[in-house]
């Protein structure tokens, strides 16, 4: 930038001393010109004839008069009758002093001499029909005077140089500095100010600038903690498969190997065999269960109007035997012909899995309680219920209440993990109460 003004203002001033010189030039000439043409007319004014002849001493002792001033001496044709500085002349009516004097009585011209080779200007008066007076000085020409200016003007273009670095380094500075301070200040990734206006466009580009980086640095470190996160899930989610198929895997080669090598007799084998039966139905379980939690995202699950209060009604009779079973009163209170649009078997899936989870980890003698109302399905029982420092994580993949993968009621930790999942799907909020050994009531907000 610091050499683009120099040069910038090296080329404008530099034209501007140009023109000046030229204009200087010409009104000097033209000043010197009027000058000699003044002093030549006050000059023709002491010429006497009788006084000076018109012969070649009387040009000469006229010219002696006049400080050496040319004089030459014209008859009414043009002819030269005498001149102080030379003897042969040619005619002279072609000359524009003389056709001038000869029709108006005097005339005036600039131009080089022939004769005496230098630039002379000249004045002719009509003294009478035969006789015209012409007086000439030395005069200097255009480019000579140029030439005695360049002197002046390569000093005065050297000082413009010295003047011209001057100011571009001063415009630089005060130029430059202030967006160097404000290229400075964004790069810190700071509010960007400044005192002058016309860089408050620039300031205003570098704020929106950088708060735009900043956006995207956030997005990023969201982007980067949700992939962590998922990473994490995902390591996760595997150590936990692993471990729940490794307990049922370890215990079906376990007996197999036993089987195999006939160290167990009819007793003994029937009891193996059913544990590899038992333990093959959870590994496939837990397969089903793992395949439905990956569903759950599919785009291409059909929806449809899905009435919940029959399904409850449904999965309460199904379940009845299961609640008989384990000694638990099982009770459907439906209030509310709720009707949504979802996919029929995940809607099962979320009523089904709630109330198979309040049979499951209930007490004997219990009970569970089903109500629907005002589009929202509870379901409450009295069993084991979840301590305060497991209530956030009860709808994790792979957590039981009991802190066992394979605990007593034997559950994968997968059914409430699938209910949030299917609530996050449509939107429901689901939501938890509990109380360590009181129980537990889950609340499905089919709003």
Not at 74 to 88: F, M, N, Q, R
Not at 317 to 334: I, Y
Not at 364 to 387: C, H, P, R, Y
């Amino acid at each position: 930038m610091k050499k683009r003004i120099l040069l910038l203002s090296m080329l404008i001033t530099s034209v501007c001393i140009i023109l000046f010189l030229i204009a200087s030039v010409q009104i000097n000439y033209g000043a010197t010109v009027k000058e000699n043409e003044n002093a030549l007319s006050v000059y023709m004014n002491s010429y006497d004839r009788g006084k000076f002849p018109t012969n070649s001493d009387g040009a000469k002792s006229f010219s002696q008069s006049l400080n050496g001033a040319r004089v030459t001496f014209i008859d009414g044709y043009g002819d030269v009758l005498a001149d102080s500085e030379t003897t042969e002349l040619e005619n002279h009516a072609d000359r524009a002093e003389i056709i001038a004097a000869l029709k108006g009585g005097e005339g005036y011209d600039v131009r080089n001499s022939k004769t005496l080779g230098r630039n002379m200007i000249y004045y002719c008066r009509r003294i009478d029909d035969n006789l015209l007076v012409r007086i000439a000085l030395p005069t200097p020409s255009e480019w000579s005077l140029l030439g005695q200016l360049l002197p002046t003007a390569v000093v005065y273009l050297a000082v413009d140089l010295f003047l011209c670095m001057l100011l571009a380094a001063l415009l630089t500075h005060f130029i430059v500095e202030p967006i160097k301070t404000l290229a400075y200040t964004a790069s810190r990734d700071g509010d960007v100010k400044t005192k002058y206006k016309e860089l408050q466009p620039i300031a205003d580009i570098l704020n929106e600038r950088n708060l735009s980086i900043r956006k995207q640095i956030t997005t990023l470190e969201e982007e980067k903690s949700l992939v962590e996160k998922a990473q994490n899930t995902k390591d996760t989610f595997i150590q936990n498969v692993t471990h729940e198929m490794n307990t049922p895997l370890t215990a079906i080669r376990g007996y197999a190997e036993l089987m195999a090598v006939g160290a167990l007799d009819g007793e003994q084998s029937k009891k193996a065999a059913d544990t590899i039966i038992r333990q093959s139905d959870r590994l496939s379980g837990l397969v089903t269960c793992i395949i439905r939690y990956s569903e759950i995202d599919s785009e291409g699950l059909p929806s449809e109007d899905v009435n919940v209060a029959s399904l409850v009604n449904e999965m309460a009779e199904a379940l009845a035997a299961d609640a008989e079973k384990a000694q638990v009163t099982l009770k459907a209170d439906v209030r509310d012909e709720l009707v949504v649009n979802a996919n029929r078997e995940l809607v099962t899936e979320v009523v089904g899995n709630l109330m198979r989870n309040a049979i499951r980890y209930n007490k004997e003698g219990g009970s569970v309680n089903i109500t629907l109302e005002d589009k929202k399905l509870t379901v409450a029982d009295t069993g084991v219920g979840i301590s305060e420092e497991n209530i956030n994580r009860v709808f994790d993949r792979f957590f039981t209440v009991d802190k066992s993968h394979c605990g007593k009621n034997g559950g994968f930790g997968l059914g409430l993990a699938v209910v949030k999942k299917i609530c996050n799907k449509y939107g429901w909020h689901i939501e938890v109460v509990s109380k360590l050994g009181v129980g537990s009531a889950f609340t499905v907000s089919f709003r």
